[in-house]
């Protein structure tokens, strides 16, 4: 396989998965376009190793060993063994994934860390469902959204403690958005983000979930948890003024995009029950025209 052709193998993956914001977009400078999809591609195939509800539990766990194994192959440029593990759509697809991450990661200097907290991520996501405190939550989005932030900016050129501190702060508030956003996906499917500590300081019970009725309690909790991403994109917002050209543009309309979402979520008194909000092509022009006042 080319390296050309992994790399389109990638842009093929990115465009045609479900994600809320934008993968790899026309919005990023040209060089990063690959590197990123390559990222893009090792992630969401780890997370659907891990999502594979209907594999046993060892037997996912072996997946996801492989895929660090092939990982540690990648940076050496070497190419791992035959797949015996690896469902079988996805072992066809791996070869491309690995060779344009390989080559991503050895271009950009891009630590392997990164992609091992994502995987630890990824992993914990089969066995924990529920969380005690909001520093459980925020310690799985370290491992499960901040690396992307600081992977994207160490593509773009970027190695700076204070952009990496004001991505993290972005990603783990997109992450939370989208727990936010999912609740009612999430508890369909036996998993609940929202920190027991807060919805039981609001009397709020998991049995309304299960009647999908977001009580008065269950709004007050939740509005609590905007309140506390809608710090977190406050505090992040630095890393959309610390980068330039069209990463800048980038970064600002995935701010954008995310605290709009936030707006959404309020708007509708919190009931994803009803109705789940999301971003279509109308909300384009407003997120545009607001990214073209922002102030730094």
Known sequence: MTLDAAYAACAHLARTHYENFPVASHLLPRRMRPHVAAVYAFARLADDIADEGAAPLDLRNARLDEWLTRLDAAVQGAAPASSTVLEPAMAKVAPAVFTALGATMRDCALPSALFEDLVSAFRQDTT???YATWSDL???????????GRLVLRIGGWRDAELDEASDAVCSA???TNF???????????????????YQRTGAV???LDQRQITPAWRDALSACAGRTRDLFTRGRAVCDGVSGRLRWELRLTWLGGTRILDRLDQGGYDVFAERPTLGASDLPPLLWRAMEWRA
Do not use: F, H, I, K
Not at 180 to 198: C, F, H, K, M
């Open 138 to 148: 925020l310690d799985y989005c370290r491992r499960s959204a901040n690396p992307v």
């Open 180 to 198: 936010w956003q999912d609740l009612a996906v999430d508890w369909t499917g036996g998993r609940l983000y929202v920190p027991a500590q807060e």
């Open 128 to 130: 924990v469902t529920r």
């Open 174 to 176: 997109l992450q939370l």
């Open 206 to 208: 998991t049995a309304s």
